[in-house]
């Protein structure tokens, strides 16, 4: 069996992707203890809020208010999302609590680059060049190569290695031309298509190239999955992974109402922690903020762990002996 | 990476796992008619009932009727469960349509067996070995040792793989005495304490002690790890899987309340369909019976792929060049 890594880092999207998808309004104040109860439970990384149109997202109109509200805690990372220059403004009035760094943002995939952005793939590689320059013009340092839709694609069908690799090659010119030193790699399976011999065989092509890369994967659990994935992520040595509290979040494409969202933290947290790498969270404090943020949503959330609870807990009470 | 099988057997769970824990009552017609939906999906192994005490569990006091009404399809192999000589005879009755086979069901984990039969383990074994030369007398075979708790017991804490090694040798001793072959263990996950590692470690350990034996996993995704557990099974060349569609069932034990069944038999598919092995099931024909199996329960199921729908749909629709 292939190496395991000893840590990984997770960022949590949770209060992000899942305040923007559900169906009733969340009040600002039950997002804000929603991001402060993930602090205290060892997460480092932190995605709060999403600077976009309230007309498109009104899910995020306040984000703002929730940007300015949380108390942060030290030692702990929260990041902000936005997609446009209006977007990045609105998140550097927030600089003094939010770390702000930017990402060049590609599909593997036109059908969905046309689909979810109306641009052509070629026209996206514009935006995302001037939007590079854009955030160097304000300081604010552009790190990571983003590939949406990396695995396969509602639209499109399956996404091949090939088709990643040149968006990457993509992101790298822009990259190149901007003067930017890219240090992260995220492969998102935005749409549920990957399996854990895709995920191996894309890492494989990917790290054969960029082998200094850090790599993140993004993983969505739209067909039950993303643990699966991760488990061939780590396998491969993928030490980066995005998650969400609960499995908080869903998939806002065609064909998939009612699916489920981002991969689960908690589940995550039990599968790297259950084989000895470490993620530095404490699950069943996760666990309990997860309980919270059903209780915020006012619906059962997908993470079954959520309702089984932790090993940790029933072997400290377990009358056996190990 | 390990080689993975070229095909895999399901033995589909979900009529008699599902229905003996939904807190309403299921009409006979209703679980007769997702039996005979089932069989159309290309699934060929199909657990219909369970003969058991109907105090115990009221919802199989139906189960005469369900095994005696539901229309056989050809080339479908029908399987009940019982626990004791009341139950083989009852399964008895309708050997024209059941195909009857014998257990040496044992735990790795004595406190689950104190727990979950109230006896000890050595009460169990004699219990075992008596139920054993029963089958025989009545022309029943026995060909299977099935160890529950196999990775971890809510009562007793982690299991090592010694401890099954040795319920394993317990239960080929019984056989020997008693004249039977065994051709396939079956190793439980019964309370969701596997992880792949887990997975790998106690496979290696039975193969090299039992090498020409078939191995059945029979895992429960309690805490959301079932599919990469899976996953593991099959990197390890396991062929031989149970499951339920929509993830029917759940966890009767304490600490569990509201916690996952049985891995779910279409996310199952959809993960060796999607990498080259064959399972014989028509996926999308099975989607459909899952969301049969939502209506006669009358509640939202487990699986994530139910209601997101398979890949092969949308790529049937797909616009992009693959």
Redo the contacts between chains.
């Keep these: 069996?292939a190496d395991?890594p000893n840590e990984v880092e997770i960022q949590e999207e949770g209060p992000r992707e899942g305040f923007q998808i559900e169906p009733r309004p969340i009040a600002s104040a039950d997002k804000i203890r929603l991001i402060e109860a993930l602090a205290q439970t060892g997460l480092r990384h932190i995605q709060v809020c999403s600077f976009v149109n309230p007309r498109l997202v009104p899910g995020w109109a306040d984000a703002d208010d929730v940007a300015a509200g949380f108390r942060p805690a030290p030692g702990v990372h929260y990041v902000g999302l936005w997609f446009n220059d209006k977007g990045l403004d609105r998140a550097l009035a927030h600089s003094d609590r939010l770390t702000l760094s930017g990402s060049i943002a590609l599909s593997a995939?036109?059908?969905f680059t046309r689909k979810n952005l109306h641009r052509s793939h070629a026209e996206n590689l514009e935006a995302m060049r001037r939007q590079t320059l854009l955030h160097l013009s304000k300081n604010v340092p552009v790190r990571r190569i983003g590939v949406m839709a990396a695995f396969?694609?509602?639209?499109?069908?399956?996404i091949t290695p090939a088709q990643v690799i040149s968006a990457l090659r993509d992101g790298f010119r822009i990259a190149d031309e901007s003067g930017v030193t890219i240090g992260n790699i995220s492969l998102s399976d935005t749409m549920?298509?990957a399996?854990?011999?895709?995920v191996?065989k894309l890492l494989g092509e990917v790290r054969s190239r960029w082998p200094h890369q850090q790599i993140t994967l993004h993983l969505h659990?739209?067909?039950?999955?993303a643990?699966?994935n991760?488990?061939?992520g780590l396998r491969m040595g993928v030490t980066k992974f995005d998650s969400t509290v609960g499995g908080l979040g869903g998939?806002p494409f065609a064909?998939?109402?009612?699916?489920?969202g981002n991969i689960?933290t908690e589940?995550l947290v039990?599968?790297c922690e259950?084989?000895g790498i470490s993620t530095g969270v404490d699950l069943d404090a996760l666990i309990e903020v997860g309980r919270m943020a059903e209780e915020i949503v006012g619906h059962q959330l997908?993470?079954?762990?959520l309702?089984?609870?932790?090993?940790n807990?029933?072997?400290s009470k377990?009358?056996?002996v190990?």
Tied chains: 1, 2.
Aim: hydrophobic share 40%; charged share 20%.
């Design positions: 069996m395991l995939s036109d059908a396969g694609c509602n639209f499109q069908g399956d549920g298509w399996t854990p011999l895709r191996e659990d739209t067909r039950g999955l643990i699966a991760a488990m061939a998939c064909a998939h109402k009612g699916a489920a689960c589940e039990l599968l259950e084989m997908p993470s079954e762990l309702h089984a609870g932790s090993l807990s029933l072997r377990a009358t056996g190990h």
